[in-house]
């Protein structure tokens, strides 16, 4: 069963603009991840916010916490065509090191040059 | 550092048959996990090794197999094969203590 889910399942925006995707999961959670997966390939790790985070930057990307919610959101500023790609949340409810992470179901990105 | 490696890339089998999948981690990581991706279902975890040993697996049937090598190197397998077993088939290795994982390009079987 996920564990995640995001929302929206799609997302078309114009290039330049930012696109924000949300993922809710269910129980407490020691790491939330996010994943990007162009079309048919392998997933790419994108940033890790622990528990007791609530805002992580990298690059373009930016991305809160609240676990009071159980919810994540992932905010991708100044868009370019070459975002266009699905991206997961991911999460894992134990206390240990390389536990199997739990995927949402995705948000499709599209940016339209 | 070479990324994670999967062989093959694409498979076609027939119902019944089974089949083998390759993954080759990064050089020092010794976790890998797998992983099936369906557009139905998204993507779910099958099994984890670590150190030849499984350390969690997913809900799948029997049918679903894996082993790691003591080169951390792993297989999976697939008996029986059913048309619902067509999917893409990706593998992830991390470094121990890291929750991070780093996934292969995946394995896409069709099963007609």
């Known amino acids: 069963s996920q564990q995640g889910e995001e929302d929206p399942q799609a997302l078309s925006i114009q290039e330049g603009e930012n696109a924000t995707m949300n993922c809710s999961y269910k129980?407490?959670?020691?790491?939330l991840q996010w994943y990007r997966q162009n079309s048919g390939r392998g997933l790419v790790h994108l940033i890790l916010i622990r528990s007791n985070e609530r805002e992580k930057h990298s690059g373009r990307l930016r991305v809160t916490l609240d676990t009071s919610k159980k919810s994540s959101s992932l905010l991708i500023t100044a868009s370019r065509a070459a975002d266009t790609a699905s991206y997961f949340c991911?999460?894992?409810?134990?206390?240990?090191?390389?536990?199997?992470?739990?995927f949402g179901k995705g948000t499709r990105l599209s940016v339209i040059a | 550092k070479a990324g994670v490696t999967q062989t093959p890339r694409y498979l076609i089998k027939t119902r019944g048959q089974q089949v083998t999948l390759s993954c080759s981690p990064i050089?020092?990581?010794?976790?890998v996990s797998w992983y099936q991706q369906t557009p139905g279902q998204g993507l779910q975890f099958l099994f984890e090794?670590?150190?030849?040993?499984?350390?969690n697996k997913g809900n799948f049937p029997g049918r679903f197999s894996g082993r790691q090598f003591s080169n951390s190197r792993s297989e999976m397998n697939v008996s029986t094969l059913e048309l619902g077993d067509s999917a893409l088939y990706l593998c992830?290795?991390?470094?121990?203590?890291?929750?991070?994982?780093?996934f292969g390009p995946g394995t896409r079987l069709t099963v007609t």
């Open positions: 050089s020092g990581h010794r976790s």
């Open positions: 129980t407490s959670i020691n790491n």
């Open positions: 992830a290795s991390s470094r121990r203590g890291h929750y991070e994982q780093y």
């Open positions: 991911a999460t894992d409810a134990t206390d240990s090191g390389n536990t199997p992470l739990v």
């Open positions: 090794y670590f150190s030849e040993t499984q350390r």
